[in-house]
């Protein structure tokens, strides 16, 4: 199986290119920030508390995420692979996700690492903000959250993978399509070993 991880701060990218690489690589998208979405537009219990995080720039609690991607993989048994689009988020997913793979016979590939300059990042988020509606895209001071919370609790996770040599960084900058070609050339390289 190929099991990527899309990694990046907050804009980086894993939201827009993973719909373009599940077609590729014919893999299943995994996205916790569209999970948590789907709930909130239905109204659910656990969308209107996820909400009040999300509005806010805060991450939604570990078991929350964690039970949603078991979900997934139970669902999702016969996959060829998925791509994780925001999750993990924190070494407790990161560890979580080594579990539920390693009890399905299969583990990470690689971690696919978008680097982006903050400023540029700022700049997507609210440029998106003005047409998409997001609450969480609309403000900067919100913006600016996120990209706290990434430091703080998501940045360490580059170590995590970097420790199990799974880690590899790609320029993020430049266009939609300049950086699809380098994920591309680096997931086919990965299907080859
Ligand atoms: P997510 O839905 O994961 O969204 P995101 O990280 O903010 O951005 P995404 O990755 O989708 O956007 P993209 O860069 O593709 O998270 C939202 C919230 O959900 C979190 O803040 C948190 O509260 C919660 N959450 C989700 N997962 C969680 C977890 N595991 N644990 C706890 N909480 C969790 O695109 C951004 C914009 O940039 C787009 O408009 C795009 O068109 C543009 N863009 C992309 N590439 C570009 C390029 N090369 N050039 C110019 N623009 C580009």
Redesign the pocket.
Known sequence: MLNIVLF???????????KKLVEEFKLIHL???????SEIQAGTELGME?KK??DA??????A??IGMIRQKLQDNKQAEGFIF??????QK?AEALDELLENEGTSITMMLA?E?EEE??VK??L??GK??GRA??QNEEVVRE?LV??ENKTAVLRNYYQQQDKFQGVN?????E??YQRLSASIAAAKQD
């Open positions: 990046g701060p907050p804009g980086a990218g894993k939201g827009t290119q993973s996205s916790t920030g569209d999970l948590l979405r996820a995080l999300m720039g805060k991450l939604v609690p570990d929350v995420v689009d925001g999750f993990p988020r924190t997913q978008l982006v540029e990042l997507r988020l440029e998106r047409e998409s969480d895209d996120r919370e990434y993020g900058q430049g266009s939609i300049e950086v």
